[in-house]
């Protein structure tokens, strides 16, 4: 059997690490009383874009960048708090995958280290693994430049300083940048991956490997530790109908992937999206277009914006969790993040305490004799470490949560999916 070789990940840091471009939010600092303030914030994000684009050379785009500036050391310490409230959601999410590999995370970036030490700092990543350019100051603290003698100042600089290091392991370059896609184009890089969770380049999108709109993505792709179970991203939601903007917007902040399907007439088009949308949300007037979904499809949540219950007779038995009436999508979130059915119509309900460094295990079956203890004895025979375990049924279905340490046998999954009358089986964490 081929050894698989370990992996080091080169993370880029502006608009990847952070949401936004350091030099940006200095320049927002710097430039607070300047009366040209948004022109010249405006011609360095365009610098920068034609820089990550590959239409201008990096250190020329830099360059440009740094004289427009007009920033001092005061600016920097002023910004230090802001760039950390800028870290990307889903890299604050995985900090423990930073803190549990640190001796293999580098970041490399055009970006500058006095911007970066102080926000990388908690993250475990070793500052001798931070690759950047460093600033030149007057005597009185004022940026005049930018030290010239740093690799990652010049054109090519990512790849100077990656060919310098020497790494043995296999490398993935994660970032948003035509630099980033360099290190993979002159095979230094085994995987570039595009990460759009900030920003979109499509010139440096179309040359990546992987695309990742969150490190959450990245990390489930790759079959990595992670903090969330499944992306959030993945979930895709198709509207049928009118649905509250607060509703809507709960479904934006959650991540979830909006098909808006309201205006459209064509049946075998909607049909089309009934069979891949995770959760659906329909009306009274448009209800029957549930009974379109094949036998072989499984939706996580119906939305039913009505004030009666819906007429459909066979999504409790296929495990479909279906919310009806008031504040529809805060209650569809929580059964997805953590199992909750209260107020479900077709799931026995169930109102469970957070689940916090355990794995949740959620299975939904048939209400016939004997499932719990052939779930049990599953348990066992796998030696797992029951925390919590909680059951309710109905006349037609069963649904059992289990939380469980956060190491264990993962064979077991497998097993708890293959007893008779399993209908649904999901694990959370």
């Not at 490398?171 to 290190?183: C, N, S």
């Not at 009274?284 to 949540?301: G, V």
Request: glycine share 4%.
């Amino acid at each position: 059997m081929q050894k698989i070789k370990p992996v080091s990940y080169l993370i880029d840091f502006d608009s990847t690490f952070i949401k936004s471009e350091g030099l940006e939010a200095l320049a927002a600092v710097s430039l607070q009383n300047n009366v040209q303030r948004e022109s010249i914030i405006e011609e360095i994000k365009n610098l920068t874009s034609r820089a990550m684009e590959g239409t201008m050379p990096f250190a020329q785009s830099l360059s440009k960048r740094v004289k427009l500036l007009q920033s001092n050391k005061s600016h920097i310490a002023m910004l230090e708090k802001s760039l950390k409230n800028e870290i990307s959601s889903s890299i604050t999410r995985n900090k423990k995958f930073f803190t549990d590999n640190s001796d293999r995370i580098y970041i490399i970036s055009g970006g500058f280290k006095e911007l970066i030490l102080p926000v990388i700092k908690n993250f475990g990543i070793k500052p001798q693994h931070v690759f950047a350019n460093t600033f030149v100051y007057d005597e009185d603290g004022n940026i005049i430049g930018i030290d010239e003698n740093n690799p990652m100042s010049k054109n090519g600089g990512k790849v100077q300083v990656v060919t310098n290091l020497k790494l043995s392991n296999d490398l993935y370059i994660i970032g948003d940048g035509y630099t980033d896609y360099e290190l993979k184009k002159l095979g230094l890089a085994k995987k570039f991956i595009a990460f759009t969770e900030n920003i979109t380049r499509d010139s440096v999108v179309s040359k990546a490997d992987e695309v990742a709109v969150s490190f959450d993505e990245f990390l489930f792709v790759n079959k990595l530790p992670r903090s969330l179970s499944y992306p959030k991203n993945r979930i895709s939601v198709l509207l049928l109908t009118e649905i509250p903007k607060t509703d809507l917007d709960l479904f934006f902040k959650e991540g979830y992937q909006i098909t808006d399907y309201r205006n459209v007439k064509n049946p075998e088009e909607i049909i089309n999206h009934l069979n891949k949308a995770a959760i659906i949300c329909v009306d009274q007037s448009n209800e029957a277009l549930l009974k379109q979904i094949p036998d072989t499809h499984f939706p996580l949540a119906i939305g039913y914006y009505a004030v009666d219950k819906p007429q459909s007779t066979n999504l409790s038995e296929r495990g479909v969790a279906v919310f009806y009436k008031q504040h529809i999508a805060k209650k569809i979130i929580s059964y997805s993040n953590s199992g909750n059915t209260h107020q479900c119509v077709t799931i026995p309900n169930l109102k469970l305490p957070q689940h916090k460094n355990v794995h949740r295990l959620l299975h939904t079956h048939k209400n016939v004799p004997g499932i719990l203890a052939q779930i049990n004895n599953t348990l066992a025979k796998h030696k797992i470490n029951i925390l919590g375990q909680y059951l309710k049924t109905n006349q037609q279905i069963g649904y059992v949560i289990i939380d469980v340490d956060r190491e264990y046998d993962r064979k077991v999954l497998s097993a708890l999916k293959k007893i008779p009358q399993t209908i649904r089986f999901r694990v959370l964490y």
